[in-house]
């Protein structure tokens, strides 16, 4: 390349990139940090307390099942000695049978808890989300940056003003 040309394509990328810079500053952006948000969000304990609620009643008899299968153990543990061949074998199979069927609906109870705490979850996220949009629509936001940022400086960052739109129980005014 000729001293010219080289010297061509640095004007043109140093007008490039102060062009680029100039233009950067007429920008207005944002940056949420969406665990602080989920963490904050009242609907996210009202999902809680509502998931609570409704496993309560499965939860309460997986401790009483728990319980009886303590005692079963206890009394296999403190009587076994003096049982029975024909009751200690008995004993047994119900330990036996009350942990595979406890373990059993143990993992049940979990997936169903799993799967409807992710529900919960996609319906929080889909709300703070559109409160997101909507912030940033209001606000003249041209761009909000969320997951993957290193650094932002508090003059950027919306997640309060997230967090306070959701408090107040919508994402759209």
Request: hydrophobic content about 45%; cysteine-free.
């Amino acid at each position: 390349m000729r001293i010219l040309d080289r010297f061509s394509v640095v004007v043109l990328l140093s007008t490039a990139l102060s062009f680029s810079a100039a233009q950067a500053a007429d920008y207005k952006i944002g940056v949420v940090n969406a665990p602080r948000v989920l963490e904050a969000a009242p609907q996210a304990e009202v999902a809680r307390v509502k998931l609570e609620k409704e496993f309560a009643a499965r939860d309460q008899k997986l401790v009483a099942a728990q319980k009886e299968l303590k005692g079963l153990e206890d009394r296999m543990q403190k009587d076994g000695a003096i049982m029975s061949e024909t009751e200690r074998s008995r004993v047994e199979r119900d330990v036996m049978a009350k942990r595979r069927d406890l373990k059993r609906d143990t993992q049940e109870f979990q997936e169903d808890v799993n799967f409807r705490r992710n529900e919960e979850m996609a319906i929080i996220q889909q709300q703070i989300g559109e409160a997101i949009v909507a912030l940033s629509k209001e606000q003249g936001f041209d761009m909000v940056l969320g997951t993957g940022v290193v650094f932002a400086s508090e003059k950027v960052d919306i997640t309060d003003q997230v967090i306070a739109r959701l408090k107040k129980g919508g994402a759209a005014k």
